[in-house]
């Protein structure tokens, strides 16, 4: 199976971006599914359902959020009934949406995606490791689903290594996401699951994580609120990472980083 997933998705410009290019990635890449973090969609925060249609248009097959999902409250009443739109698992029983969504694909093939979220320098959160794990109990990678893909949307890199060895030869991918910077460490654990600390944003990077730079710079000078921040709206780099698995293991073939526009350096993994 060939799976994208692309990292947060900013404002406008990340918008854009990814709804422009998705459907010729989906054929030049061969892509059976493609997950997009969208948390920051609406103006760097949250995620409107307007803009969750329009990502589905364009290609995507499931949409996460992450520490911005209530942010635009409108999407309360949309993640009770699209089930494609996860949040992270690990939020309190009782949380409107899901964290975990299972997606048909070409050849009767199955894949599950899930989501969940950190808890170092993060809010209190129920324990992701004991809910992943749960969640994963439900289901046999190679047997149940073809492919298990998981965005771990944390802030520390030492507890998205920690959660990604902990699902090692369990589960497809591990992927990271939040600090919407791409990590150059992508692999296949010895286990057989392919793994990066973070995606990155799919946004400007002339920017702070993909906020204006000047109003976001003044904050950390004076340690004082300043001006709302707003989305830079420069060209988005697409930020993602490529996986290609076993339909009959469900583990990791190959990983390869990809970046797209804007001004990072290039990567297109290769067909
Ligand atoms: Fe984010
Ligand atoms: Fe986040």
């Not at 959020?65 to 009782?94: C, M, S, T, V």
């Not at 793994?195 to 340690?223: E, H, N, P």
Request: proline share 6%; glycine share 12%; net charge negative.
């Amino acid at each position: 199976m060939r799976i994208l997933f692309i990292g947060d998705v900013v404002g406008r410009t990340g918008r854009e971006a990814v709804g422009a290019a998705l459907l010729s990635l989906r054929a030049r890449l061969g892509l059976d599914l493609v997950v997009v973090n969208a948390e920051n969609a609406s103006h760097g925060f949250g995620l409107g359902p307007d803009m969750a249609d329009a990502l589905f248009a364009a290609g995507a097959d499931v949409l996460t959020l992450g520490n911005h999902a209530w942010d635009r409250k409108e999407i309360i009443p949309y993640i009770a009934q699209q089930p494609r739109l996860l949040r992270p698992l690990n939020f309190p029983p009782g949380t409107p949406g899901a964290g975990a969504a299972v997606v048909e694909i070409a050849g009767g093939r199955r894949a599950l995606v899930l989501q969940a979220m950190g808890r170092l320098y993060m809010e209190a959160l129920d324990d992701p490791l004991r809910g992943t794990a749960e969640a994963l109990a439900r289901h046999r990678l190679g047997v149940t689903v073809q492919a298990i893909v998981i965005d771990f949307h944390a802030e520390a890199t030492s507890e998205k290594m920690a959660f990604a060895h902990s699902f090692d030869g369990k589960v497809s991918l591990v992927v990271g996401t939040h600090t919407h910077c791409p990590s150059a460490d992508h692999q296949i654990l010895p286990g057989g699951t392919a793994f990066q600390s973070d995606a990155g944003m799919s946004g400007d990077y002339d920017s702070v994580i993909g906020m204006q730079k000047d109003a976001a710079t003044l904050r950390f000078w004076r340690k004082m609120p300043g001006e709302r921040l707003q989305p830079a709206e420069g060209e988005a780099t697409i930020c993602g990472v490529f996986v290609e698995t076993d339909d009959a293991t469900g583990l990791a073939r190959r990983i390869a980083p990809l970046r797209m526009g804007g001004r990072l350096s290039q990567e297109m993994p290769p067909v």
